[in-house]
């Protein structure tokens, strides 16, 4: 039997809040990235880096993303100084087949906003709720290993009306201890590329601690990799059979676009 290939994953955080805020710092000493890479370093057919904002080129080059299959995305009060540059060659890495799994604040970051066309908004509180995530769809690769729920003990609230575009799969909804419910796992394909949102992950929760979260995240790991690198084209074709002679033929232009 061929051997499982290897996932090539890197997890990209603006590292920002654990500089800042001493909670922060508290609760994830080398950062929200070494934590969730940490936990994702556990499994054997993962092989994990990071990067984070500060680093040249946000240590996003093309030679870095060339080497990765999925990028897991953390950023939020950062947005901004992640230069259009690098927006756009991320995008183009997930149109040609890379996986991005966004997370919690990420909702609001260029990447996700460029790729989904939308607001990307929705509404929230930091009252240390309690978050209840129910999977309704128990079949999905990213739900294994989940029972019929679980359940954060103190988190950030996010509710709907959540302004994306109609996920194509919906694998979790949260429920709030103040009543609010929210799409907290949906799933896109942009170009080649797979895209999972899952919402948990305040910064100032010990969340991506939480067994139930890292296995999440592994399992949307797993299932937005394709291994696909499909270059985007926009080919003019040759007829692979012969056309019927056309008298008007010499009357059209012989440049397509492109
Ligand atoms: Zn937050």
Redesign the pocket.
């Known amino acids: 039997m061929a051997p499982t290939p290897l996932i090539r994953v890197t997890v990209w955080s603006e590292f920002r809040h654990e500089k800042k805020n001493p909670k922060v710092a508290a609760l994830y000493p080398a950062g929200m990235h070494r934590a969730i890479a940490d936990a994702l370093g556990h499994h054997a057919d993962l092989v994990v880096r990071t990067a984070t904002l500060d680093e040249p080129e946000h240590g996003l080059t093309v030679e870095a993303l060339e080497q990765t299959d999925v990028l897991v995305w953390w950023g939020?009060m950062a947005h901004h100084e992640v230069t259009d540059e690098i927006v756009a060659r991320v995008r183009a890495r997930v149109l040609e087949g890379m996986g991005l799994i966004v997370l919690?604040?990420g909702h609001y970051s260029k990447i996700f906003k460029s790729l989904m066309g939308d607001t990307c908004s929705l509404t929230w509180r930091e009252a240390t709720d309690k978050e209840r995530l129910w999977v309704v769809c128990p079949s999905h690769p990213i739900a294994r290993g989940l029972g019929a729920y679980f359940e954060l003990p103190a988190e950030?609230m996010y509710g709907e009306p959540f302004g994306i575009p109609t996920p194509d799969e919906l694998i979790f909804i949260s429920w709030f201890t103040g009543g609010e419910v929210f799409r907290s796992g949906a799933t896109w394909r942009r170009g080649h590329g797979k895209i999972f949102y899952f919402r948990p992950g305040?910064?100032t929760y010990p969340t991506y601690h939480h067994p139930q979260v890292q296995q999440v995240i592994a399992n949307g790991v797993r299932w937005a990799h394709s291994g696909l690198c499909i270059p985007d084209s926009c080919l003019n074709m040759k007829p692979l059979e012969p056309l019927p002679a056309d008298p008007d033929a010499t009357l059209r232009p012989t440049e397509g676009h492109r």
Do not use: K
């Open positions: 939020h919690h604040s950030e305040h910064e």
